[in-house]
């Protein structure tokens, strides 16, 4: 398996990234965290607080398949969501953006069109270990009603097994 990305540092975020999230999803605890590759000890400390910061958005995601456009400037590419948090959401779709991407898009949510602005953080090009393909964004300034939303429905979150489902022609992984 290969890593790639801009500079070393940014590949082997990549591969570690990975490892972690292969660990966890075995249930499985790392032993020690290798350093970067042009590091320092301020960098290393942003890692590990970004690294507290994506397992607290780990822990509040959640299980929505909604409909989703998206677009570089305007939102015309269909796709469904695959988790939302009040950070980000992950869209499943087999043509991602490359990273650092900025999206405008433009989720549906309960019969209103909820304008977004984010950025491609990851990419998953292909469907691996029962997790599909598609593109993890960051957003920028969430709109109130997203948050809104976000937050209801983390007061009653819907059961594994029932996920609110689009109907559409778009592309799923």
Same mark, same amino acid.
């Given at each position: 398996?290969?890593?790639?990305?801009?500079?070393?540092?940014?590949?082997?975020?990549?591969?570690?990234?990975? &490892?972690?999230?292969?660990?966890?999803?075995?249930?499985? *605890?790392?032993?020690?965290?290798?350093?970067?590759?042009?590091?320092?000890?301020?960098?290393?400390?942003?890692?590990?607080?970004?690294?507290?910061?994506?397992?607290?958005?780990?822990?509040?995601?959640?299980?929505?398949?909604?409909? &989703?456009?998206?677009?570089?400037?305007?939102?015309?590419?269909?796709?469904?969501?695959?988790?939302?948090?009040?950070?980000?959401?992950?869209?499943? *779709?087999?043509?991602?953006?490359?990273?650092? *991407?900025?999206?405008?898009?433009?989720?549906?949510?309960?019969?209103?069109?909820?304008?977004?602005?984010?950025?491609?953080?990851?990419?998953?090009?292909?469907?691996?270990?029962?997790?599909?393909?598609?593109?993890?964004?960051?957003?920028?300034?969430?709109?109130?009603?997203?948050?809104?939303?976000?937050?209801?429905?983390?007061?009653?979150?819907?059961?594994?097994?029932?996920?609110?489902?689009?109907?559409?022609?778009?592309?799923?992984?």
């Amino acid at each position: 398996m290969k890593f790639v990305a801009l500079t070393a540092a940014a590949a082997q975020h990549k591969a570690i990234e990975y &490892i972690r999230q292969h660990c966890k999803h075995r249930g499985l *605890t790392l032993r020690a965290e290798v350093g970067s590759v042009e590091s320092s000890e301020v960098d290393r400390e942003e890692e590990e607080k970004t690294a507290r910061s994506e397992d607290v958005q780990a822990a509040q995601r959640q299980l929505r398949s909604l409909f &989703i456009r998206y677009g570089l400037t305007r939102p015309t590419d269909e796709a469904a969501t695959d988790d939302l948090s009040e950070g980000g959401l992950f869209i499943r *779709t087999n043509s991602p953006q490359p990273v650092g *991407t900025d999206l405008t898009l433009r989720l549906e949510v309960e019969g209103f069109g909820i304008p977004l602005q984010g950025v491609v953080c990851w990419v998953r090009e292909v469907s691996e270990g029962g997790r599909p393909a598609g593109m993890g964004i960051k957003l920028a300034r969430p709109h109130p009603r997203y948050i809104h939303y976000i937050r209801q429905k983390r007061k009653a979150p819907a059961p594994e097994h029932e996920v609110e489902e689009w109907k559409g022609t778009a592309e799923q992984g």
